[in-house]
């Protein structure tokens, strides 16, 4: 009788523990922004990678033949939210040279297990002298992108 007592207790322990643990605020567990993420654009339904290195750069590659990879910075606003601003070129299809710059501006809410994110996205389409030429705007929702190992 003792054992099995002993044994509902530890099962509860590690239950109660386990809930406590996915309970905590990502902000408390020390979970940021760092990290690759798979984006999804939700106007167009694009898919993009980024990737947030702890050094407050970031690098977002776009499934285009048309845009190079961007490249910006990020930086934590309050618990759970986060400002991004990358700038990538667009290339002319016909000659391959760059022919403006797309300038992207985020506000991100990272969700309390760290797991998934959100957020609202300006898109400042520029000439190559910086001066306006369009601005859109969208919103994004991404997963964090963990190992898969190999079996």
């Known amino acids: 009788m003792q054992k099995t007592s002993t044994k509902s207790v530890l099962t509860l322990v590690i239950a109660v523990t386990a809930l406590f643990i996915l309970s905590i605020p990502s902000y408390a567990q020390n979970l940021t922004l760092t990290g690759t993420w798979i984006l999804t654009e939700q106007n167009q339904g694009l898919v993009l990678l980024a990737t947030s290195h702890s050094d407050g750069t970031m690098t977002v590659a776009q499934p285009t033949m048309d845009t190079s990879e961007s490249h910006g910075t990020w930086e934590s606003t309050g618990i759970d939210e986060y400002a991004t601003t990358d700038r990538a070129f667009i290339y002319d299809t016909q000659t391959g ?23 609202t ?7 190559l002298d910086g001066s306006p030429v369009q601005t859109l705007e969208t919103t994004v929702v991404g997963q964090r992108l963990h190992v898969e190992p190999i079996e």
């Open 121 to 127: 996205v300006i898109i400042d389409y520029l000439a």
């Open 97 to 119: 040279i760059a022919s403006a710059i797309r300038k992207m501006r985020s506000k991100i809410t990272l969700d309390p297990g760290g797991e998934t994110l959100s957020g």
